[in-house]
């Protein structure tokens, strides 16, 4: 399972990459500091789940090994990557892994963004999920609360870049769309 889940990662971070040449330029920029504490995280997060951390209470585990597990957390990486890489196809050009506005910024409300306002967070902290109930220890667990930690911060800033460059466009498709959770309002 173990080379299955770097097959799924790995093609994400190809995607990812190729997807990142065919973006706007940014119209507004967040600091490289401010960049940093987006990006930090996401790698400690990163090394728990897929290192050897030298902390034994860590790699105890929450949920008993088997190929149960493992299928279905490597299911919901694999769902979780899609979702996300769908995402990233609809917003095409108005993407950046940065807090910024592009050059002729377009609010998007299509696609799996009239499910939740923040698709590829949903579908990264899915991905991770699936990846700690694979691995199955507690190092997992603390990997996706880092995640999502550092992505709830991370679109608090986005939302108030949109809210402002949008106004009430983007106040209403908030009272409707979720932020993270599909149907959870």
């Known amino acids: ?10 093609g994400w971070l190809i995607v990812w990459n190729v997807m990142a040449w065919r973006v706007k330029e940014a119209a507004q920029r967040e600091s ?49 990557l899609a979702f996300a890489i769908w995402a990233r196809f609809i917003i095409a050009g108005n993407w950046s892994g940065y807090v910024e506005l592009k050059q002729d910024h377009e609010l ?16 990264l902290l899915l991905a991770f999920a699936g990846s700690a109930l694979a691995v199955g220890e507690w190092r997992g667990v603390l990997s996706v609360a ?6 709830w911060r991370k679109l608090r800033f986005e939302e108030a870049i949109m809210r402002r460059e949008f106004g009430d466009a983007y106040s ?7 932020a993270l959770i599909p149907f959870v309002g």
């Open 146 to 151: 880092i995640v999502a930690a550092s992505f």
């Open 32 to 80: 490289a500091g401010s960049r940093f504490t987006h990006v930090a995280p996401l790698l400690v997060a990163a090394y728990l789940l897929a290192g050897r951390v030298p902390l034994p209470l860590l790699h105890d585990r929450f949920v008993p090994l088997s190929i149960w597990t493992a299928a279905l957390g490597a299911a919901l990486t694999f769902a979780g």
């Open 172 to 178: 209403q498709y908030a009272a409707r769309v979720p």
């Open 1 to 10: 399972f173990v080379s299955l889940f770097v097959l799924m990662w790995g």
């Open 108 to 123: 998007i409300v299509g696609g799996p963004y009239a499910l939740v306002r923040h698709p590829i967070y949903t579908g």
